[in-house]
């Protein structure tokens, strides 16, 4: 079965600072990885996935993330903080073969962004 | 046109009532899904259909009654809820059902509140 853990249920950042949100996973077969973002009374929309591509994923609004094997993890940045980025975000995580109708999702973490 | 509508916005109901909550989507998508969000929990899957059949019922209580009537609508009904499932309703679509290739679209979702 494959799972993620989101390190950090709460970051507070400075406007234009970096943002990291940290995601690990959990899978006995190559996993394919999403990040999504909720922001508040709205539905999830994707920043960015692997499917085993390219290691260093590039994805909507500026935000990238990395899928390194051998820490398992696949950890979301974005350069400059934006007051909008202010949103909770959800890694999550779906399997190959027959397990892959399923999104696994991590219990988020809500990202702060002071001015 | 990239939109999942989702009505109503709000929904108070009493443990005895029966209501509906509906979900359309004009993007030809032909795998749609049910998620419940707790409050500050990532969402949960309840539901997948898959070509206006239900291919993946993930346990929910009988209580709850998804309908897929043509390709664009998706239907969740209500009956004889406990306070317990007040919850943020989101409704997704897709291409197909496997979430390695296709993106999944979220609606707004439907803030329920069970009295």
């Known amino acids: 079965a494959q799972s993620v853990t989101q390190l950090g249920s709460h970051v507070s950042v400075s406007e234009g600072a970096l943002v990291l949100l940290r995601c690990n996973y959990s899978?006995?077969?190559?996993?394919?990885l999403f990040w999504y973002v909720q922001y508040p009374n709205q539905g999830l929309q994707l920043l960015l996935k692997?499917?085993?591509?390219?290691?260093l994923v590039k994805g909507i609004n500026g935000f990238e993330a990395e899928f390194k094997k051998s820490e398992t993890s696949f950890h979301l940045t974005k350069p400059s903080a934006h007051m909008s980025d202010a949103a909770e975000y959800f890694c999550?995580?779906?399997?190959?073969?027959?397990?892959?109708?399923?999104?696994?999702f991590g219990k988020g973490t809500l990202l702060t962004v002071n001015p | 046109d990239t939109e999942v509508t989702q009505t109503p916005k709000h929904l108070v109901m009493g443990m005895t009532n029966k209501k509906s909550l509906k979900c359309e989507q004009h993007?030809?998508?032909?795998?749609m899904y049910w998620y419940k969000q707790k409050a500050k929990k990532p969402p949960e899957l309840m539901f997948v259909?898959?070509?206006?059949?239900?291919?993946i019922n993930e346990s929910v209580p009988s209580r709850f009654s998804p309908e897929c009537p043509n390709s664009s609508l998706l239907n969740l009904h209500l009956h004889a809820l406990q306070p317990e499932d007040s919850a943020l309703y989101l409704c997704?679509?897709?291409?197909?059902?496997?979430?390695?290739?296709?993106?999944?679209?979220f609606g707004p979702g439907t803030r329920l509140t069970v009295t």
């Open positions: 997704a679509s897709s291409q197909g059902q496997r979430m390695d290739t296709y993106e999944q679209y």
């Open positions: 899978s006995s077969v190559p996993p394919y």
């Open positions: 692997y499917t085993s591509a390219a290691t």
């Open positions: 999550a995580v779906t399997g190959s073969g027959g397990s892959n109708y399923k999104l696994t």
């Open positions: 993007m030809g998508h032909r795998a």
């Open positions: 259909y898959s070509y206006e059949k239900l291919s």
